[in-house]
């Protein structure tokens, strides 16, 4: 962390004249009215491509971007994280303001955590390391596998995780490589392997799953955080999948949940969002229509009709953007649209048992050893901007 504190500090020897604010982004809030609020050109979005416009309806209310503005309070670069790998990078060139996709800056730390049960598992973990993140993402794993309420005071839990960073501060999704929780002298392991969790045995836990929500022709794109286009010498996301499939073709709710947004949705055109069991909420964008009388709050079942597929807002032909986000996180919904969990087999079951043969030995060492967890406390900001050459 010292690292980011001295950061700070050159910066303000330096440079006190200007200063950083971090800002949440609100809600309803677009990258248009952004632009208006703060007396920008709307020509700075107009004059982006297609799938940069697409990108700008991606960012997520809540999240957290930096602001650098002049002493006489002008705002001169802004920092938008879009994913968990890029970010928007709005800033003055020759008194024009200019929009740029750059890689986010991300530091990657594996961690331990070894303590014993009190209270509950989300309330010790949360109490030992000051992670939410890392608390809810528990929960989400051990979902239904063991029965939490009949812990005993003092069994053990053990964790391997890894957290990135983002400007010193805990930043996108958290894996947990393996938990484990020792209760009536059993040990019991979950392991997060190719983007699912599994038991000892391989068997696929992810309590999730969703239906596929059109009939398609084709993927005509791909779910990827973050892609160089050599062509174009531009930093491309795409965070969903396109199905193409003709006008009209109805949508339907990949699970049972609950309509968060029915309406237009800047580059994604007319667009559904619905909530699912807590964490997850799926996305279905340029949709021609909304199946009627569609409206917030409303409960939709898993396979319900809820639009049908169009080509409005910033799209090349008539299909469906599909979206999945875990915690406000998009993640690839190719993981979890299918029907069935599976279970490991064959070569993969080998491969998958040697896999946590080691991490069940990294357990092992942490249940012996007595480091203390790692704390999250609020940490400075580090300097998230270029300094300018003068
Ligand atoms: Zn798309």
Do not use: C
């Amino acid at each position: 962390m010292a690292k980011f504190i001295i950061i700070l500090s050159l910066f303000l020897s330096f440079a006190s004249a200007s200063y950083v604010e971090e800002l949440k982004w609100p809600k309803g809030e677009t990258f248009l009215t952004f632009l208006e609020k703060n007396h920008l050109p709307q020509t700075i979005y107009y004059t982006l491509d297609k799938e940069e416009q697409e990108l700008a309806a991606e960012i997520v209310a809540g999240v957290k971007y930096q602001v650098l503005k002049s002493e006489d309070n002008q705002l001169e670069q802004v920092l938008i994280p879009i994913g968990e790998e890029l970010q928007m990078h709005l800033k003055k060139k020759d008194d024009k303001f200019i929009m740029e996709i750059t890689p986010i800056m991300l530091q990657s730390e594996k961690r331990t955590v070894a303590i014993e049960i009190h209270n509950s598992p989300y309330v010790d973990i949360l109490n030992a390391t000051n992670s939410y993140g890392l608390a809810n993402e528990f929960a989400q794993s051990f979902k239904g596998e063991v029965n939490l309420r009949n812990l005993q005071k003092g069994d053990k839990l053990v964790l391997l995780y890894q957290q990135k960073r983002r400007l010193g501060r805990p930043f996108g999704s958290i894996k947990i490589d393996v938990s484990m929780i020792e209760t009536a002298k059993k040990k019991n392991y979950i392991f997060f392997y190719k983007e699912n969790y599994y038991d000892a045995k391989g068997q696929e836990l992810t309590s999730f799953l969703l239906a596929n929500p059109v009939n398609y022709t084709r993927v005509s794109s791909p779910f990827t955080q973050n892609r160089w286009h050599p062509i174009l010498q531009k930093y491309r996301a795409h965070l969903g999948i396109d199905y193409a499939a003709s006008v009209g073709t109805p949508v339907k709710a990949a699970g049972n949940g609950k309509v968060l947004f029915v309406g237009e949705k800047g580059g994604y055109g007319n667009t559904i969002e619905v909530s699912h069991d807590s964490s997850y909420k799926t996305l279905y964008a340029h949709l021609n229509g909304f199946a009627r009388g569609l409206r917030g709050g409303q409960g939709v079942k898993q396979g319900q009709v809820i639009g049908y597929v169009g080509n409005t807002g910033l799209s090349s032909g008539p299909h469906l953007h599909f979206g999945l986000y875990r915690s406000n996180v998009a993640i690839n919904p190719a993981s979890v649209v299918k029907i069935a969990k599976s279970a490991l087999g064959g070569n993969e079951l080998k491969a998958f048992i040697n896999y946590t043969n080691d991490l069940r030995k990294k357990v092992e060492n942490a249940l012996e050893s007595d480091v203390s967890p790692f704390r999250e406390e609020n940490f400075n900001l580090a300097y998230p901007f270029e300094r300018k050459q003068s």
